[in-house]
């Protein structure tokens, strides 16, 4: 009888044993291998542009791509969507002004240790513009209606905003609005900073300042309405009474204060 060595002997009574124990070996293999595969998605990356000096971009197609990137589960999770973004260098660029660009993945910004697994659309379009600056009013936007008949004046501080951004759209540019100012209900005046707001075709342009100070003064808009043929009552003391005769017996009044006030006597 030939007689097995000892190691071999002890596999052979215990292979249920090793054989449990691989598959658990090999199932926690997996699942890591599936944390540090983890896949997400981050939709609507903006893309952003930088062009050589004195130009300035007119057009993006499209303005936010699609990116997939792989790493650890817990840290994928944490990843503030703001935070992922595309940064095209065009700063070398010979050419325009239509040009097609590709996103590599080198070009994909985000914080962590992670892979890019894809971006969709891989391709942007873009128009590039010589730039151009010039200064135009700014013009504060309101929002809600305040205390009944109150009435304001708007001073904005400074009163004009230097722009800069393609020239074709810069030279039509005629004002430059604020964020709206909520005045709701509003009854004194109040002075607020507000943010100036870039026109929505023009996203691209440059704001100096990018705040203003709009003071909104109440103003006092007193009219005066007569009323004729208002009788003449003389209020006597308690107890009192006495035949008195007012001569003349009705006057004129004249009241003046807000227009809404004054309307509705």
Excluded: C, Y
């Excluded at 100036?196 to 075709?201: E, K, Q, R, V, Y």
């Amino acid at each position: 009888m030939i007689r097995l060595p000892r190691p071999v002997r002890e596999v052979s009574r215990n292979w249920r044993i090793l054989l449990l124990s691989f598959a658990l070996a090999s199932a926690a293999w997996h699942v890591a291998q599936d944390k540090l595969n983890f896949a997400r998605l981050f939709a609507e990356v903006p893309v952003q542009v930088r062009v050589p000096e004195g130009l300035s971009l007119l057009r993006l197609e499209p303005a936010t791509v699609v990116v997939r990137l792989r790493g650890l589960e817990r840290d994928l999770r944490a990843v503030n969507p703001a935070s992922v973004e595309v940064d095209l260098d065009l700063t070398g660029l010979d050419g325009g002004p239509e040009v097609r660009a590709v996103i590599r993945n080198r070009d994909v910004r985000f914080p962590g240790n992670f892979q890019v697994a894809d971006v969709s659309p891989r391709e942007v379009d873009l128009v590039i513009d010589a730039m151009a600056e010039r200064s135009v009013p700014v013009k504060p936007r309101i929002r809600g209606t305040p205390a009944g008949g109150v009435e304001f004046e708007l001073r904005t501080t400074p009163a004009t905003a230097r722009v800069s951004g393609p020239r074709s759209l810069i030279a039509n540019l005629e004002s430059i609005a604020t964020e709206e100012i909520d005045i709701d209900g509003l009854r004194q005046s109040r002075t607020v900073v507000v943010p100036l707001a870039a026109p929505p075709d023009v996203p691209w342009i440059r704001l100096d300042p990018s705040r203003v100070q709009v003071e909104l003064q109440v103003v006092d808009r007193s009219v005066a309405r007569e009323f004729e043929g208002i009788p003449i009552r003389i209020l006597e003391a308690a107890g009192r009474r006495a035949d008195l005769i007012t001569v003349p017996a009705e006057a004129a009044v004249t009241l003046a204060g807000r227009a809404d006030v004054v309307a509705s006597l």
